[in-house]
Structure formats: C-alpha cells, structure tokens
C-alpha cells in the first residue's frame, strides 16, 4: 500500500471547517483513499473513504485532486468533540480478508479549540 | 454503523499471568478479523490477523506462542497475553471485516488497556 503524509497537528477554532491534508503521491490507480480519526483512548473510527471522485457524508467530505496525488479531508463545522488523531491510509480494494489490511501511520492531531 | 464490542475495557493483572481479551462482531458476521496494538504516544501497529477456522497470522516480530489467538466462530475471537510482563503493558484493539462485502470498511472495538504489574 502506498505511503501517505501528514502534518503532525493542526489546530482549528470550534464552528469554522477543519481542512486535514495528506499527500500520497505514490498512489496506485486501483488505491483508495480511507480516513479514520481515533479520539483519545478510544478505537478508530471510520470516517470516508473514496477512489477519485469527491465524496461527502455525514460526518465530513473527501477532496481529492485530480492527479490523485493528495486529498484533502474537510469536517465542515468543527466541534470539540471533533479533537482526535486522524489517519488517513492509502490501501487497494478488498481483495480477500486476510488481505485487508490497514497500515496506520502517526496520523494529524486535530484540536479544536473554543 | 456496524458494532465491534471488546472486553474486557480495560485490566491490571500480575507478572507472569495470562489474559485474555474478547472480540465480538455484534450485528454482522466476520470471517476475518484483526488484532492492533498501540502504545502511549504512537500509532496502532498489527500484532496478527485472525482467521475463522484456520491459523491466524502474525506480523514480524510478534511471538504466537506469546499472543495466543482463536477465532472460534464468525462473531468472536480471543487474543490471550501468556506470561504478561510489565513491556506487554498497551492497548490492545480489534477490528473486524464484515464477510460478503467488496471494499467496506473494517469495523473497530474500543480498545483494551491492559496494565501488568
């Protein structure tokens, strides 16, 4: 799986939106792009996850560019409950259990402050 | 969302005891599950995947006579720490893939803090 970075922090005001970036510029074409976030002594939490296309959920939309070379995650109105570790984990597609595999790096820690 | 429930949440036991920790998929069936470890500070690190009805496979540098694992049905497995030493001390964490599914996402517990003292 390809190799991703990410700022070790970032810091964003409670209310405005949190723009994470990663850059994974070694990237295959059948990789997608997963994020998870990990709140303190707790396990991670599935967020999005996305191939080439913009996606948006729930919880937060996807950017990636265009050559997919980087991503962008965005949480639209950040709240302290939004203070965590977020991973972002380039892997291909499930191509049989044993084989999902996600490799985690040291990730972003986001902390909203009020 | 699917849930991923471990227990227990959190332990102390002695040196040189064993314990054992419980992985269950609540509302989906898992062939195929997955044991991390992270200690203060760092990020998760896989120990070992667990295969419903067959050997789970370690990671390099994990012993497995060390960390003992068995999936015995598709909504549970176990990872039991033999001889616990104080280094074992971490927190432990499951993750389980749903089966039939192409490219979803795994499913996460909440974690084990396990103290050896």
């Known amino acids: 799986d390809a190799k991703t970075t990410q700022p070790p922090s970032m810091d964003c005001a409670e209310g405005r939106a949190a723009n994470l970036p990663c850059n994974h510029s070694t990237i295959s074409g059948n990789e997608y792009v997963y994020w998870y976030r990990q709140i303190h002594s707790q396990g991670p939490q599935y967020i999005i996850h996305?191939?080439?296309n913009n996606e948006t959920n729930e919880m937060a939309s996807l950017i990636i560019t265009e050559d997919r070379k980087s991503s962008t995650l965005i949480l639209p109105h950040a709240t302290l409950r939004d203070t965590a570790v977020y991973y972002c984990i380039v892997r291909a597609p499930n191509s049989g259990g044993s084989n999902y595999k996600l490799t985690f790096g040291k990730g972003t820690l986001l902390t909203v402050n009020p | 969302g699917a849930v991923v429930s471990q227990h227990p949440s959190w332990v102390i036991c002695k040196s040189g005891t064993s314990v054992k920790i419980e992985c269950r998929s609540l509302?989906?069936?898992?062939?195929?599950m997955f044991w991390y470890r992270q200690f203060p500070k760092q990020s998760l690190m896989l120990m070992a995947t667990s295969n419903e009805g067959s050997k789970a496979t370690y990671e390099q540098g994990v012993e497995k006579d060390k960390f003992l694992i068995n999936h015995a049905s598709l909504t549970l497995s176990t990872l039991t720490v033999t001889s616990a030493h104080p280094e074992d001390s971490s927190f432990y964490i499951c993750?389980?893939?749903?089966?039939?599914?192409?490219?979803?996402?795994?499913?996460f517990g909440q974690g084990t803090r396990l103290t050896v003292v």
């Open positions: 993750s389980a893939l749903p089966d039939g599914s192409w490219n979803t996402e795994a499913f």
């Open positions: 996305g191939l080439k």
């Open positions: 509302d989906f069936q898992a062939t195929t």
